[in-house]
């Protein structure tokens, strides 16, 4: 058993490779987020590696509820880092991946066969949305291993009036997820993954175990760091929780949410 106390030095020995558990444990351990790239081509082999590992992952009832939109036009891009909050390294990625959530299509083929489909609700969304987050993991775990970076990009569940738009999404598909992949610059590997919080407070046993103040401050107060823990949360809350982008956000998806309350 891993005790607390040793969690994180498992996890600067899983980071560096010298721990004795297999490659993929290694993988999903060094794996974190990259934002800046060196501009080298990612090839055509190496993408379609990464949508097949995309693809193979865990599905509701085999149905592979998503869409995958691969984003090849430079034009585009760069709306889309535009759209997404204004961060350019959207734009210099050299792989650009939407995952929607697709309850269009299903319906579209229930309604073609004579089936009388009900609409869709928000528990098929939920369902799909759930098969996007599965296959971009799978996509970003392939791409490590390739030496490729990636980054998840949940601004797109933003402004869903100009990305309906922009990447024509018709009422039942919802972008759910985009990925932007590319080559790390040295910078990019050399720096540190940030850590997780302990697993006593993320893993609770058999029902939920609502925390109190303290053992809330004991999870968070490691990402504060040097700063006061009161200072520190306060200005996280404005800075993610109270921000413009997440209102934003919350509107965009009761905005989308709308088209699945329809059905009956």
Same mark, same amino acid.
């Given at each position: 058993?891993?005790?607390p /106390?040793?969690?994180?030095k498992?996890?600067?020995?899983l980071?560096?490779?010298?721990?004795?558990?297999n490659?993929?444990?290694?993988?999903?351990?060094?794996?974190? /987020?990259?934002r800046?790239y060196t501009?080298? %081509?990612?090839s055509?082999e190496?993408?379609e590696?990464? =949508?097949?590992a995309?693809?193979a992952a %865990?599905?509701a009832?085999?149905?592979q509820l998503?869409?995958?939109?691969?984003?090849?036009?430079?034009g =585009?891009?760069?709306?889309?880092?535009? +759209?997404c909050?204004?961060?350019p390294?959207i734009?210099?990625?050299?792989?650009?991946?939407?995952?929607c959530?697709?309850c269009?299509?299903?319906?579209?083929?229930?309604?073609?066969?004579?089936?009388? %489909?009900? =609409?869709p609700?928000a528990?098929?969304?939920?369902l799909?949305?759930?098969?996007?987050a599965?296959?971009a993991?799978n996509?970003?775990?392939?791409?490590?291993?390739l030496g490729?970076?990636?980054c998840?990009?949940?601004?797109?569940?933003?402004q869903?009036?100009?990305?309906?738009?922009?990447l /024509?999404? %018709?009422?039942?598909?919802?972008?759910?997820?985009m990925l932007?992949?590319g080559?790390?610059t040295?910078?990019?590997?050399?720096r540190?993954?940030p850590?997780?919080?302990r697993?006593?407070?993320i893993?609770h046993?058999n029902?939920?175990?609502r925390m109190g103040?303290?053992?809330?401050?004991?999870? =968070?107060?490691?990402?504060a760091?040097q700063r006061p823990?009161e200072?520190?949360l306060?200005?996280?809350?404005?800075?993610?929780?109270?921000s413009?982008f997440?209102r934003?956000m /919350?509107? +965009?998806?009761?905005?989308?949410?709308?088209?699945?309350?329809?059905?009956s």
């Amino acid at each position: 058993m891993i005790l607390p /106390s040793q969690e994180h030095k498992i996890f600067d020995r899983l980071t560096k490779g010298d721990f004795d558990v297999n490659e993929i444990l290694t993988a999903l351990h060094r794996r974190k /987020s990259v934002r800046a790239y060196t501009g080298e %081509p990612v090839s055509a082999e190496q993408k379609e590696q990464i =949508l097949r590992a995309a693809c193979a992952a %865990p599905t509701a009832g085999n149905q592979q509820l998503y869409t995958i939109l691969d984003i090849t036009d430079q034009g =585009l891009k760069d709306k889309l880092a535009v +759209s997404c909050d204004n961060q350019p390294f959207i734009a210099k990625a050299e792989v650009v991946l939407i995952f929607c959530a697709d309850c269009q299509k299903w319906y579209d083929a229930f309604a073609a066969a004579g089936c009388e %489909p009900r =609409l869709p609700r928000a528990g098929d969304l939920m369902l799909a949305v759930t098969d996007c987050a599965i296959a971009a993991q799978n996509a970003v775990t392939a791409a490590d291993s390739l030496g490729l970076g990636s980054c998840y990009i949940g601004d797109i569940m933003e402004q869903c009036e100009t990305h309906r738009e922009l990447l /024509s999404l %018709p009422s039942y598909v919802f972008p759910a997820v985009m990925l932007v992949i590319g080559t790390p610059t040295q910078q990019q590997r050399e720096r540190p993954k940030p850590e997780r919080c302990r697993l006593k407070h993320i893993v609770h046993e058999n029902t939920y175990r609502r925390m109190g103040p303290e053992e809330l401050q004991e999870m =968070l107060a490691p990402q504060a760091g040097q700063r006061p823990y009161e200072e520190w949360l306060a200005a996280f809350c404005e800075r993610k929780y109270q921000s413009s982008f997440s209102r934003e956000m /919350s509107r +965009s998806v009761e905005e989308y949410l709308k088209s699945f309350q329809q059905g009956s």
